[in-house]
């Protein structure tokens, strides 16, 4: 505890540091005020309904990733997801078109094209997307008033409208968060959304246990806490263990320009991708919701195993997502062709390997084995609610037990606060992880 304060006070000592973090719960303020902000015309009494809808099935997951914005009608109701599917797909063509490749190529004038091309094609998703959350809604409230001023041609207009402004508002705020505040903006706006439905499902989930209407009871849930808590340390000794320590499986690696005798590793990670893959994963998920509301489609055996995030095709498809998408963006993120191609301009070598298209064909093939056990353990991370479900924990609560919710949460709180230990250490400050205090003493004493 006494190292937790002085490292409080450490921050608020370092001007730059204090300023980012008070940024960056402004920006969260405003975020979670706007989320409140019920859509001209509606009556936000009449909304039980539409509660009611998002309280279980992937409507619930949508809901949590908005923050409770989905369920209150809000103008931050779509919240970010749009612009995760966005990128997946300008990612994707990365990958395919040679266009996309090129501007990859052109370093920073090429990102800033690919950003606004993501940002154009957010908007058309929100185009589409908003009326289809508005027909819903008239779905769900038919017969209660909701809709004060009518809900005819000039209101569906104005509130795909007011509903696209928001979620590019809500862009805007990552955007400056990332800038302006600590860690990256659109995984901070999306685990706040997530944080924010964590003391209501708590809540609902004691009342419940209380209650007895599921053969619950007090002890009931308390084993519950203590399975969260399990899970919740499970899930950050492993993600803290791979990220620490990289997978040194690449061989010594020699160049004209190195030190005599010294030796360089290639660092290959196990969990390069970081939580991406699962928001990627994610938002795949939700094209079967978005199709069936778009066709107005009635149940079905396949949507309705679609839907449900305790049955076996849904969790098949999603871990199938989840391994496709770390491999995918693992390819991304470290591209053997161009890590063969530094080598060779710098003189450098794996020894019994040819230099060029041999080396990447190596690194490639070193990557793919051990990319493939961080897959599995995210995946598996990742269908934990469903076992939660299965045994009766409800939804709301059930997504805290692992899952996107569980791995975000921690991948992003990780992340911030390791930028908040970078601060720390460049000032010769103790950080906030024990990694940090380590290299912060090697710090002082040279």
Request: hydrophobic fraction near 50%; glycine fraction near 8%.
């Amino acid at each position: 505890m006494k190292k937790i304060i002085e490292t409080i006070k450490n921050i608020w000592r370092i001007e730059d540091l204090r300023t980012r973090i008070l940024i960056t719960l402004l920006f969260v303020a405003i975020y979670r005020f706007g989320s409140f902000i019920v859509l001209p015309g509606i009556d936000p009494g009449s909304l039980q309904k539409l509660q009611e809808q998002t309280s279980e099935g992937l409507m619930s997951l949508l809901n949590m990733f908005s923050g409770g914005a989905f369920s209150n009608a809000s103008v931050f109701a779509l919240g970010i997801m749009p612009y995760i599917s966005a990128s997946i797909v300008i990612q994707l063509l990365a990958v395919a078109v040679p266009y996309f490749q090129k501007m990859q190529r052109e370093g920073e004038s090429g990102r800033r094209k690919i950003n606004q091309y993501t940002r154009w094609l957010t908007i058309a998703i929100l185009l589409f997307q908003a009326p289809l959350y508005l027909i819903n809604l008239q779905a769900q409230t038919a017969g209660t008033g909701a809709f004060l001023a009518g809900d005819g041609f000039w209101f569906m207009i104005s509130s795909t409208v007011i509903l696209a402004a928001g979620s590019m508002f809500i862009l805007w705020l990552g955007e400056r968060i990332t800038d302006k505040g600590i860690g990256n903006g659109v995984s901070i706006i999306i685990m706040i959304g997530i944080i924010a439905r964590m003391p209501s499902a708590i809540v609902e989930e004691f009342t419940t246990a209380l209650s007895g209407a599921e053969g619950g009871g007090l002890i009931k849930f308390l084993f519950e806490i203590i399975a969260l808590l399990a899970v919740m340390a499970f899930a950050i000794v492993l993600v803290k263990a791979v990220r620490k320590v990289p997978v040194q499986y690449a061989r010594r690696v020699e160049g004209s320009h190195s030190v005599s005798g010294a030796r360089q590793y290639i660092p290959l990670k196990l969990f390069a991708a970081n939580v991406m893959p699962i928001i990627f994963a994610q938002a795949i998920m939700f094209i079967p919701l978005t199709l069936a509301q778009a066709a107005g489609a009635q149940s079905s055996w396949a949507l309705s195993q679609f839907l449900d995030h305790t049955s076996i095709l849904y969790n098949a498809v999603f871990v199938l997502l989840i391994v496709a998408f770390t491999y995918f963006y693992t390819a991304i993120t470290l591209n053997p062709v161009q890590m063969a191609e530094d080598m060779k301009r710098n003189n450098g070598f794996i020894p019994g390997v040819k230099p060029g298209k041999a080396t990447a064909d190596y690194l490639d093939n070193i990557m793919s084995h051990i990319t493939l056990p961080g897959s599995l353990f995210i995946a598996l991370i990742a269908i934990l609610p469903a076992f939660a479900g299965l045994i009766g924990v409800k939804q709301s609560f059930a997504q805290f037990f692992g899952g996107t919710s569980l791995l975000i949460l921690v991948g992003v709180v990780l992340d911030t606060l390791q930028q908040i230990e970078s601060h720390l250490l460049v000032r010769h400050y103790d950080g906030l992880l024990n990694a940090g205090h380590v290299r912060a003493r090697t710090v002082n004493a040279q």
